[in-house]
């Protein structure tokens, strides 16, 4: 998890800081070794939220927990966002042991919590067998779905370099 590190007591370099307490409480506009005094007295950080605005907002609270509450809000933002369309390249003539090398790879992209674009590319000749590239996607899928629950998010689409679908983790 990369947090931005956030300057804390004598790494803030502002004359005035605008305070708040640590139940939230607004404490105005203070300089900064009042500010600084003011946390030393209670036992606690005077932490900088924001440097956004003049002057930047700081408040007083534990470092360690304000870093805990970060790092949680971080990844609910990052569960939120539902996770990346991941891509996996299958060919006609795949054979049964880099498919299932595939569909592991697969399996670790479900896992991660990301969406999953197989494609099974056809060249030449090979677009005239499409039955028999469906028959490979779907092969694809029963290995896949030996380890993991999944769901096809998209139908089997033809596109102009063969088919292509989206699966997701049920």
Known sequence: MILKRTPVNNQIRTPE?????????????VGLREALQLAQERHLDLIQVTEKVAPPVCRLGDYGKYLYWQEKKQKEVKKQRGGQ???????????????????????????????????????????ALSHLAREKVNQFMKILNQNVA?????????????????????
């Open 17 to 29: 800081v605008r305070l708040i307490d640590e139940t939230g409480k607004q404490l105005g506009v």
């Open 150 to 170: 999944i769901r096809q998010e998209t139908d089997f689409k033809k596109g102009p370099r063969g088919f292509n679908l989206i699966i997701t983790k049920q």
């Open 85 to 127: 369309v991941k891509g996996i390249r299958l060919s006609f003539a795949i054979s049964p042991h880099d498919l299932e090398i595939r569909a592991k790879q697969a399996e670790k992209f479900l896992n991660e919590g990301n969406k999953v674009f197989v494609e099974m590319v056809l060249r030449g000749r090979e677009k």
